[in-house]
T-cell receptor, first 112, second 114 residues
Framework: GNSVTQMEGPVTLSEEAFLTINCTYT??????LFWYVQYPGEGLQLLLK?????DKGSNKGFEATYRKETTSFHLEKGSVQVSDSAVYFC???????????FGQGTELSVKP | KAGVTQTPRYLIKTRGQQVTLSCSPI?????VSWYQQTPGQGLQFLFE???????NKGNFPGRFSGRQFSNSRSEMNVSTLELGDSALYLC?????????????FGPGTRLTVL
């Protein structure tokens, strides 16, 4: 079946540190890949997405590249801020109509 | 353009009761999906509606049901509530239901079952 595996959290970083959150997937068919972010008490916000191999999604300084050969979609940011503290979810869909499959989420805490 | 809205934001119910949650998608979006979020199970897909028809269903008991209206607004219903139904219920809408369509989420309804 289809699944997403994320690195476990929580991840604690100092402001301006480099961030990587690993995400690997298993999918039948050709998935689209997403990163969502959830701030405390809120729903999910789309951070970025990629729909085909070698695509790079980017937004607000975050980047992730769709790597078909390693079935990965790692999230990176060069310099994190306190305001980036949140839970990050990697997800995929294979076009089975409206069904997103999520990883378990990675909590990020950025200290000043 | 207004985002996805969900009402109510918070609900407290007791075991055995039933509850109805409402979701208004982004204007023009035709697909509405529902998810349950719990600390133990994470985010799990409940079901998806498109053109007033349920098109996809997750692995949940029949106590969980939903519907979609002609204006794409959707409701989900949980009957005979159990303690384990306490969760954040998230609704998401997308323009269509293709592989590249992005789902946009509402703020969720926090359901507490006592």
């Amino acid at each position: 079946g289809n699944s997403v595996t994320q690195m476990e959290g929580p991840v604690t970083l100092s402001e301006e540190a480099f961030l990587t959150i690993n995400c690997t997937y298993t999918a039948t068919g050709y998935p689209s890949l997403f990163w969502y972010v959830q701030y405390p008490g809120e729903g999910l916000q789309l951070l970025l997405k990629a729909t085909k191999a070698d695509d790079k999604g980017s937004n607000k300084g975050f980047e992730a590249t769709y790597r078909k050969e390693t079935t990965s979609f790692h999230l990176e940011k060069g310099s994190v801020q306190v305001s980036d503290s949140a839970v990050y979810f990697c997800a995929l869909t294979t076009g089975q109509g409206g069904k997103l499959i999520f990883g378990q989420g990675t909590e990020l805490s950025v200290k000043p | 353009k207004a985002g996805v809205t969900q009402t109510p934001r918070y609900l407290i119910k007791t075991r055995g009761q039933q509850v109805t949650l409402s979701c208004s998608p982004i204007s023009g979006h035709r697909s509405v999906s529902w998810y349950q979020q719990t600390p133990g199970q994470g985010l799990q897909f409940l079901f998806e509606y498109f053109s007033e028809t349920q098109r996809n269903k997750g692995n949940f008991p029949g106590r969980f049901s939903g519907r979609q209206f002609s204006n794409s607004r959707s409701e989900m219903n949980v009957s005979t509530l159990e303690l384990g139904d306490s969760a954040l219920y998230l609704c998401a809408s997308s323009l269509n239901r293709g592989r590249t369509d992005t789902q946009y989420f509402g703020p969720g309804t926090r359901l507490t079952v006592l």
